[in-house]
């Protein structure tokens, strides 16, 4: 297949992120107490809702996030190996800071999504 020029995909994620504050485990633990709401505190989650939680969680991928580089080149792997993504493309990484509006190239990534 002829590489086509100009054309590149990014995956960016960015700082603070909510996803970084919990893990699947405490967001199944959360939700097996109360549906209604939590709140996140300087020592952690705590369950703020009344009423019956759910199980249900139990069975949901969060996809949350504890490393932001290694989640980033995970997520330019799994578009990488996906059937409809062309190997012609290349999928760039970068994380984005919230704070400073910088944009940060995500070095680990480039392997995972260089072109074939």
């Keep these: 297949m002829r590489q086509r020029r100009g054309r ?3 995956v960016i994620h960015h700082t ?6 919990f893990s699947d485990e405490i967001m199944r633990g959360l939700l097996a107490k109360s549906l209604d709401h939590a709140v ?3 020592d952690g989650w705590h369950d703020r809702g009344s009423g019956s939680g759910t199980s249900e969680a139990q069975y949901i991928d969060w996809l949350t996030i504890q490393h932001q580089e290694e989640t980033i ?3 330019i792997q799994r578009l990488r190996r ?7 493309i290349p999928i760039l990484g ?3 800071e919230v704070h400073s509006d910088a944009l940060h ?11 074939k």
């Design 8 to 10: 590149e995909w990014f």
């Design 16 to 21: 603070d992120c909510g996803m970084e504050t």
């Design 40 to 42: 996140l505190e300087s």
């Design 73 to 75: 080149a995970e997520d």
């Design 82 to 88: 996906h059937p409809l993504v062309p190997p012609w």
């Design 94 to 96: 970068f994380l984005y």
């Design 105 to 115: 190239p995500v070095p680990v990534a480039d392997s995972v999504g260089m072109a």
